[in-house]
């Protein structure tokens, strides 16, 4: 990033919708996104190297709350969006799957990094070769470690699919089906 | 460096025929440290007897590791000992059999021992009898396999995605 670039804050584009002399008409479902996408409150689930390129993202260079994420948030039960960076040890497994299943929906995972996304290096028995074997996954960004702009274009890709979500989805029989498959309510 | 003492070596060796005769079953000096193996019947009054004799004082235990033999079917373990008064280290090494592995605990010598015995159990499947909690320190406690063993595959069993072509197999 040059030094004499000027970033000016956007504002989130307008959904399609209908408006008028002093009123806009859009659907409930393009609302309730857009509200939704810009305000994600992320989980940071950081074990090893991808949570250091994380840190980098948060700070001011790069400055993750560009994207309305500026609030992180340590507790699951407040949290939509879960990023899970680096290693997971498999008897961490457990503890990852219990912070996901306290989030309350909807909620969004993203896989930071080869270790994340697929076990990476650690081909070995102790490592889960992949958070996707336990919790579903929405986001993987590769890299070994990505760097910030890896993480942030995954968390626009997080946004796209929170921003397009329809209201039901978490009510459709093929979630229901996704989270039988993991074993969860 | 560590300093050599061949003096001190056959030192140790001497008291430690005296006292035990067979129980020693070799000993040499492998990479200028002495390595003495011994019959795992007398390994806790050997490791005692070594750290309590006055002339010799291998106070302190720096650590155990467990050893696999496949081509003999053995296990082992192999304890390094340190006297901190005579700046002098020695290793000693015991061996068991693959399908009966169980060799004393030395917790009642050096307490530190139990989180080392422990490991070696993780990941050996060494059973120490007498340890007050012999149970896995590292690896998941589901887990059923002893992943140091030479004969654990070194590549996770689970992954579908490596396509054997890709690696040259």
């Known amino acids: 990033?040059?030094?004499?670039?000027?970033?000016?804050?956007?504002?989130?584009?307008?959904?399609?919708?209908?408006?008028?002399?002093?009123?806009?008409?859009?659907?409930?479902?393009?609302?309730?996104?857009?509200?939704?996408?810009?305000?994600?409150?992320?989980?940071?689930?950081?074990?090893?190297?991808?949570?250091?390129?994380?840190?980098?993202?948060?700070a001011s260079t790069y400055d993750l709350a560009r994207f309305g994420s500026e609030r992180l948030s340590f507790s699951p039960r407040q949290s939509d969006l879960l990023m899970v960076m680096g290693t997971v040890a498999k008897k961490m497994g457990p503890v990852l799957r219990e912070v996901y299943i306290q989030m309350a929906e909807p909620k969004w995972v993203i896989a930071v990094g080869a270790c994340a996304s697929s076990g990476g290096v650690f081909d070995t028995y102790s490592v889960l070769q992949g958070i996707d074997r336990i919790i579903p996954v929405d986001v993987y960004v590769p890299g070994c470690p990505p760097r910030p702009e890896q993480i942030i274009d995954g968390i626009l890709k997080i946004q796209e699919l929170v921003g397009n979500e329809s209201l039901r989805r978490r009510n459709s029989e093929a979630y229901n089906d996704l989270m039988e498959k993991y074993n969860m309510e | 460096m560590y300093p050599i003492n061949p003096d001190r070596d056959q030192l140790v060796v001497s008291k430690l025929s005296n006292r035990f005769g067979n129980a020693i079953e070799s000993h040499e000096v492998l990479s200028d440290m002495l390595c003495i193996t011994v019959k795992k019947e007398s390994i806790?009054?050997?490791?005692?007897?070594?750290?309590?004799?006055?002339?010799?004082?291998?106070?302190?235990?720096?650590?155990?590791?467990?050893?696999?033999?496949?081509?003999?079917?053995?296990?082992?373990?192999?304890?390094?000992?340190?006297?901190?008064?005579?700046?002098?280290?020695?290793?000693?090494?015991?061996?068991?059999?693959?399908?009966?592995?169980?060799?004393?605990?030395?917790?009642?010598?050096?307490?530190?021992?139990?989180?080392?015995?422990r490991e070696t159990y993780d990941f050996y499947g060494i059973e120490f009898e007498g340890h007050p909690n012999l149970k896995r320190i590292l690896n998941m406690d589901e887990m059923t396999d002893f992943p140091m063993r030479k004969d654990f595959p070194l590549e996770d069993q689970t992954r579908e995605d490596k396509d054997d072509s890709m690696f040259g197999r």
């Open chain 1, 1 to 58: 990033m040059s030094e004499n670039q000027i970033i000016t804050p956007t504002i989130a584009d307008m959904p399609d919708g209908t408006s008028g002399q002093g009123y806009f008409a859009t659907s409930l479902d393009k609302a309730v996104g857009l509200a939704r996408k810009n305000s994600l409150w992320p989980l940071p689930f950081a074990t090893s190297c991808c949570g250091i390129e994380f840190m980098a993202t948060m």
């Open chain 2, 44 to 117: 806790q009054s050997i490791l005692l007897f070594l750290r309590d004799d006055q002339e010799l004082q291998y106070n302190f235990l720096t650590t155990l590791c467990g050893m696999h033999y496949p081509e003999k079917e053995q296990l082992g373990v192999v304890y390094h000992l340190h006297s901190f008064v005579n700046n002098h280290r020695i290793r000693i090494k015991t061996v068991t059999e693959l399908n009966d592995p169980k060799i004393q605990t030395i917790t009642t010598i050096w307490p530190a021992a139990n989180w080392m015995e």
